[in-house]
């Protein structure tokens, strides 16, 4: 079985953020967790109050307790209230200009409905193993961009290989993580280092593309509806497969499918698991300023 490639102490570092936030969200969102102290819930995670508060402000961008004021509230729905986006207005109000997280991958071309149909048969893709800010990250790419990431801290590492290998089961998969290593390190959080902008090749059907680029439009801390992404691809009634497009996203993370919500303020689904989505919105809220 296919494991992730060994942690640098970078890597190790960004690993620990990613099991301590997922600890202290689950616990902070518990019903018997959402008034627990400073003093509590380090205790829980096994650290000083002065070392949790540390760790967790500098990974989330906030304090715990003012990410207990979003649970209390309803993460998603606060989101839903405060930074709900009409994506047919998104650059017109400047939304998708310079303070979006993503935009080094606006460069981006798809395959043609006839390449998609024959499966990758003809295309070589390259892959390997990461450290995320959201655990162990396969990413996967051609010689044009990346054509996958997905997580593996919720679902383990074989089934994650096994799902995106899935989608393209007449290509040729070769491991190469040091080739995708700049493309992966931009992706993120390190593109400040002079990498150069990581491309995107986006596989699927003409449908999926549609639901993914409007995706794309979705500015870093802010959210949409399922709804809103129908009516803005131009099928308003068609909630229900846009949702599996959305699901079906091939590219987490950098087409943020974890921007989409329920008009109720749900999470609804996430195909890597809802504790990897919770910890995405949650991780660029807070630094939004939400």
């Given at each position: 079985m296919p494991m992730p490639m060994s942690k640098t102490g970078s890597d190790a570092e960004k690993s620990y953020y990613w099991q301590l936030m997922r600890r202290a969200i689950e616990r902070l969102d518990a019903e018997d967790g959402r008034d627990l102290t400073l003093e509590g819930i380090a205790a829980e995670m096994n650290l000083s109050p002065a070392h949790f508060q540390r760790m967790f402000s500098r990974w989330a961008g906030i304090s715990p307790k003012r990410f207990q004021q979003f649970l209390r509230l309803?993460?998603?729905?606060?989101?839903?209230?405060?930074?709900?986006?009409?994506?047919?207005?998104?650059?017109?109000?400047?939304?998708?200009?310079?303070?979006?997280?993503?935009?080094?991958?606006?460069?981006?071309?798809?395959?043609?409905?006839?390449?998609?149909?024959?499966?990758?048969e003809g295309l070589t893709i390259f892959w390997g193993w990461f450290e995320s800010p959201f655990g162990p990250a396969l990413v996967m790419a051609t010689s044009k961009g990346i054509c996958g990431?997905?997580?593996?801290?919720?679902?383990?590492?074989?089934?994650?290989?096994?799902?995106?290998?899935?989608?393209?089961?007449?290509?040729?998969?070769?491991?190469?993580?040091?080739?995708?290593?700049?493309?992966a390190l931009a992706a993120f959080g390190a593109a400040d280092d002079g990498l150069d902008p990581a491309p995107l090749f986006l596989i699927g059907a003409p449908f999926q593309i549609k639901v993914w680029e409007a995706l794309l439009a979705i500015p870093t801390g802010h959210v949409t509806t399922y709804g809103e992404i129908a009516a803005h691809i131009?099928?308003?009634?068609?909630?229900?497969?846009?949702?599996?497009?959305?699901?079906?996203?091939?590219?987490?993370?950098?087409?943020?499918?974890?921007r989409a919500l329920r008009k109720t303020g749900g999470l609804g689904g996430y195909h890597w698991g809802l504790p990897v989505k919770r910890a995405m919105l949650a991780h660029e809220a807070a630094r939004t300023g939400l």
């Open positions: 309803g993460h998603a729905k606060a989101l839903l209230a405060e930074r709900f986006t009409t994506l047919d207005t998104a650059a017109e109000t400047g939304l998708s200009g310079g303070g979006r997280l993503h935009d080094l991958f606006v460069r981006w071309e798809a395959m043609s409905p006839g390449e998609y149909a024959r499966a990758g990431i997905g997580f593996a801290a919720e679902t383990g590492a074989e089934a994650t290989m096994e799902d995106l290998r899935g989608r393209w089961p007449k290509a040729d998969f070769v491991e190469d993580p040091m080739r995708l290593r700049p493309w131009g099928a308003p009634k068609a909630v229900r497969a846009v949702g599996t497009a959305v699901g079906r996203n091939p590219v987490s993370w950098l087409i943020p499918c974890h």
